[in-house]
């Protein structure tokens, strides 16, 4: 399957954008998606992951209850609505997807990644 991440930006502290997460060659509800973020001098951290029939979301504690992972298979898309953005979400975002049984915060359990799309925020 190939990934393409988009919908990043610069935008202000306290603002929103939804990144979306397009995906072709196998139907995207074979898998396990995730969305991980990476900042220059950091390792890649997980940010959010959904399971297959999207009923099941986990989140890093640094972004829960400001962004929401979803997903459409009918579109073939997953998504990441943030919101209430801080400096400190500033990162190239990606999305990537597994073959795995549940949601799982690390980046080596999911094979298949997009390239990312970057988000500043600034103060």
């Known amino acids: 399957v190939q990934l393409q991440a988009s919908g990043g930006g610069l935008v202000q502290a306290g603002d929103s954008l939804r990144l979306s997460c397009a995906a072709s060659?196998?139907?995207?509800?074979?898998?396990?998606m995730g969305w991980f973020r990476q900042s220059p001098g950091k390792e890649r951290e997980f940010v959010a992951g959904?399971?297959?029939?999207?009923?099941?979301?986990t989140y890093a504690d640094s972004v829960k209850g400001r962004f929401t992972i979803s997903r459409d298979n009918a579109k073939n898309t997953a998504y990441l609505q943030m919101n209430s953005l801080k400096p400190e979400d500033t990162a190239v975002y990606y999305c990537?997807?597994?073959?795995?049984?549940?949601?799982?915060?690390?980046?080596?359990?999911?094979?298949?990644w997009g390239k990312g799309t970057q988000v500043t925020v600034s103060s």
């Open positions: 990537a997807a597994g073959d795995i049984i549940m949601v799982v915060t690390t980046s080596k359990a999911y094979r298949y």
């Open positions: 060659g196998r139907t995207l509800s074979t898998y396990i």
């Open positions: 959904i399971s297959r029939g999207g009923g099941d979301t």
